[in-house]
């Protein structure tokens, strides 16, 4: 966010921009959509057993992160008579807010500069669940958004974007969140994972349930992200539409790059998935960049991020590391590639804008850049994981906050074990139990009339003795359905495709 982490910005009016604050109010409302587009993504890419509790989480991650925003975290975060390490109470409970106007080094009213900034830490608290929400309680994970939000969040946004961070007033240069919200979710997760450790049932539920979630939340958190990276100028100048010019080039070059390393990897395939993971990964690493880059940088940075994630991603996939969605691979490497190469391609043409008093990095000679942007981003990603996994370690101490779903609770599924409710329509029609119907979907449920179905749980899968069988709805077994793509699956598709009603 440049503005408010430049503090010899240069404004032709100290006092509030209509026009500024209009723009940073609908950018606010643009981040704010990328939260349920992260439920979708993220419930697309895990097994439909698990598909509600992670929009559910995301959507309690903005209810929760927004409370606490108001009552103790934009103060923490952005108080500008705070230390070099941590803000004061300055807006505690949002006081003050009216008296300082506009915010230090900006155009922009404080309520609005807050609203922005809370959509910020709302949709960054939401991340690391990506890592191992399928085998995590709710109401421990409640928690743990309000503390994370509060230990690692706040702090480290402190450090980057308030007047008197460490790392701001050492001249680190962070756009929209490469360490605040990239840096640290991605080793969130890492710690995430690794405490918890892998599912259970990991081969079983390794495929997407659900492409086209995973295409609709990848579209949500691509719109939004123009507001996210182009709100950050915090007014609505050249640089703010540069910003958004180069944020949609990174996300369109990470796409490509890693649905074409997926296509010669995977026997001339190409996949959907890999696009929509690389757009991802290509917004990442164009965040802390995007207001100090020419166009031309957001391309090679797109591609870079594309490349570098998916790779890491493959080999991730083939470790012990169970990183279910990829929330490392992507967000903690691809924010760190983009930290980087800010300092490589930063440009005091682009910075000149709107903006008096900085140099770029390697293109203008400044070559200490890039030792700032490294200490900063191996700071943050220490920070992150080390308070995570702490956090953890001590919540999985206290009696009732243990972290970790029983083991049946993992393979039955959370939206079944942790909310008794369900992503696709089924209706109870009958208390009676069938252990047929819970053998073929893993669901403590029998005699159900659906109006729909889910690509894991066929209704006519369902055995109870007052289950409905519609009649154009073949017979098909849970097991084939879930099984991972290979010889059996095809040839078995093949056969329904002839007309045989049952695969086996």
Known sequence: MSSPQNPQASTLDPVVDPAANAWVMISSALVLLMIPGLGYFYSGLSSSKNALVFLHLCMLSLAIVSVQWFMWGFSLAFSTTG?????????????????????SGTVVSVDVFVMFQGMFAAITAALPFGSAADRTRLLPSMLFIVIWTTVVYDVVAYWVWSPNGWLHVRGYLDFAGGCPVEVVSGFAGLAFALYMGPRKSRLVDEKPHNVGYVILGTGLLWFG????NG???FDSTRRAGLAVVVTNLAGS??????????YFSNGRKYSCV???LGAVAGLVAITPA???????????????????????????????????????????VGGAIGNILTAVFATSDVLGLDTTGQTGGWLNQNWKQMYIHIYATVACAAWSFCLTYAVFWIMDKIPGLHLRVKEEQELLGLDAAQMGEYAYNYHRTHSDSS?????AVGMPFSGLTSTHTSPDNVVNAFQGPHAT???EIPRVSHDAMAAPEGRKTSASLRNFNKGDNTIV
């Open 83 to 103: 230390g070099p390490f941590i803000g004061d109470g300055m807006f505690l409970g949002l006081k003050n807010a009216a008296v300082l106007a506009p915010y």
């Open 225 to 228: 992200w123009l507001g996210f």
């Open 231 to 233: 709100g950050s100028a």
């Open 253 to 262: 070059m990470g796409a490509l790059s890693w649905m074409f390393w997926d």
């Open 274 to 276: 890999g696009f929509c």
């Open 290 to 332: 995007a207001g100090y880059v020419e166009p031309w940088a957001g391309v090679v940075i797109g591609l870079t991020a594309g490349t570098v994630c998916r790779f890491v991603a493959a080999f991730n996939h083939s470790s012990r590391l169970d990183d279910t969605l990829d929330v490392f691979a992507v967000h903690g």
């Open 435 to 439: 252990s047929a119907a819970e053998t």
């Open 469 to 471: 069988q519609h009649p």
